[in-house]
C-alpha cells in the first residue's frame, strides 16, 4: 500500500515552461487536493476534487489546472511556470466518509 | 472567512519539558479540527484529528489535544518533549461541504519547534 505518491520529487523549470506535477493514491479515496507550501504562509489549497470528473478551486488556483479522470489521478499542470511558482507541492486524499488527509511526499519546484 | 491562527512561530523547550502549541480558529459552524506534523523535508503526518464528542483528543507519538469551544481554541501538548519531536507543526480545520463532514483544510502558519538537550 503505496499512499499517496507524487513525481517528481525535484523539479527545476525555466519562466515560461509547461509542466505537470504527477499524484496517485492506492486507498480508493473519493477526494483529492493540491496545496502549496511557501515559508512562512502554511499550506495554501490550489485546487481540490470530490470524485472523478469534479473539481474546484481553492484559495490559490490561478497559473494551475487539473483534472480527474480516474479516482487515483490528480494531476496538477502549471501552463507557463513563473518564479512565484517556486515552491514545495504536495497532493492528499481523503476518504469521502470522515477520516483525515494523508499527504504525499512533496515535489519541490524551482522557476528560474 | 475560516482561519485559523497559530500566534508562536518558533518554540524552543528542553528535553522532557512539557509542550503547549496554541492554535485559534475562525468558523461558523462546528469544526472538523486537524494536527499535523511535519519533518524536515518530508510530507505531512496527521497527529490527530477533533470531529465531536470528547474534547480531549488522543493522538500518536504521545500527543493531544482540547477543543475549547467557547474559546475557539485546539491546542495540541505533549507531557514530555522528546528530541525526535523537532519538527514544524500545523493545525488545520476542515472547511467546504462534503459527505464526510468537509472536503478541504485550511492551515495555519506553522509552529517550528526546536528540542534542546
Known amino acids: 500500500n503505496a499512499g499517496v505518491t507524487q513525481t517528481p520529487k525535484f523539479q527545476v523549470l525555466k519562466t515560461g515552461q509547461s509542466m505537470t506535477l504527477q499524484c496517485a493514491q492506492d486507498m480508493n479515496h473519493e477526494y483529492m487536493s493540491w496545496y502549496r507550501q511557501d515559508p512562512g504562509m502554511g499550506l495554501r489549497l490550489i485546487h481540490y476534487s470530490v470524485g472523478a470528473g469534479i473539481t474546484d478551486q481553492g484559495e490559490v488556483p490561478n497559473g494551475y489546472n487539473v483534472s480527474r479522470s480516474t479516482t487515483e489521478d490528480f494531476p496538477l499542470r502549471l501552463l507557463s511556470a513563473a518564479p512565484s511558482q517556486t515552491s514545495v507541492y504536495f497532493c492528499a486524499s481523503k476518504p469521502g466518509t470522515g477520516g483525515g488527509y494523508t499527504f504525499g511526499s512533496g515535489t519541490r519546484l524551482t522557476v528560474v | 472567512a475560516q482561519s485559523v491562527t497559530q500566534p508562536d512561530i518558533h518554540i524552543t523547550v528542553s528535553e522532557g519539558a512539557s509542550l503547549e502549541l496554541r492554535c485559534n480558529y475562525s468558523?461558523?459552524?462546528?469544526?472538523?479540527l486537524f494536527w499535523y506534523v511535519q519533518s524536515p523535508g518530508q510530507g505531512l503526518q496527521l497527529l490527530l484529528k477533533?470531529?465531536?464528542?470528547?474534547?480531549l483528543v488522543q493522538g500518536i507519538k504521545g500527543f493531544e489535544a482540547e477543543f475549547k469551544r467557547s474559546q475557539s481554541s485546539f491546542n495540541l501538548r505533549k507531557p514530555s518533549v522528546h528530541w525526535s519531536d523537532a519538527a514544524e507543526y500545523f493545525c488545520?480545520?476542515?472547511?467546504?461541504?462534503?459527505?464526510?463532514?468537509?472536503?478541504?483544510?485550511?492551515f495555519g502558519a506553522g509552529t517550528r519547534l526546536a528540542v534542546h538537550p
Open positions: 488545520a480545520v476542515g472547511a467546504g461541504q462534503g459527505s464526510g463532514g468537509y472536503n478541504k483544510l485550511i
Open positions: 468558523y461558523g459552524a462546528t469544526p472538523y
Open positions: 477533533y470531529f465531536s464528542g470528547d474534547t
